[in-house]
């Protein structure tokens, strides 16, 4: 195995914590906007709905691409595409969703450590994917020059 077969290698197990950290960051949260939900009344509320739907299908939608990232032993891109784009996505939708619906009552309560935490995984998982996916399209571009 050369170097460049463990450096994939080590970029999989890399990408494969983040995804599934950040899946258990997410249902840490909704977790958290559950007991928050009990005592929240009004537009509240419905924050408080949009931010459990919006983490609850973010937690479950890692688990299978972290699985897909780790069983993909072979030189294919698609995991590694899927996962930036997915966090990508997830990064502007959370982002969009705060700049329509600020807190009115409290304009902190969203800083806190869980929601720091899963955009720092978020933006973990985009650096170190778009790095699988460089080292991917650098070693079948080096392949395919050796065969000439």
Request: hydrophobic share 50%.
């Amino acid at each position: 195995m050369t170097y460049v077969d463990d450096n994939r290698f080590s970029v999989i197990y890399v990408v494969t914590v983040l995804i599934f950290y950040t899946s258990g960051v997410c249902f840490a949260i909704v977790f958290q906007e559950i007991q928050e939900f009990k005592t929240e009344s009004g537009s509240e509320l419905m924050t408080s709905h949009l931010e459990i739907v919006f983490f609850a299908v973010c937690g479950i939608a890692h688990v299978p691409i972290g699985l897909w990232v780790y069983k993909n032993k072979k030189n294919d891109a698609s995991p590694y595409l899927i996962a930036v784009i997915g966090s990508l996505v997830v990064v502007l939708l959370y982002l969009l969703h705060k700049t329509i619906v600020p807190s009115i009552h409290d304009p902190d309560e969203d800083f806190g450590v869980l929601n720091i935490l899963s955009r720092f995984l978020q933006v973990s998982i985009i650096i170190a994917g778009s790095y699988g996916l460089y080292s991917i399209i650098t070693w079948k571009k080096k392949a395919l020059e050796s065969l000439r």
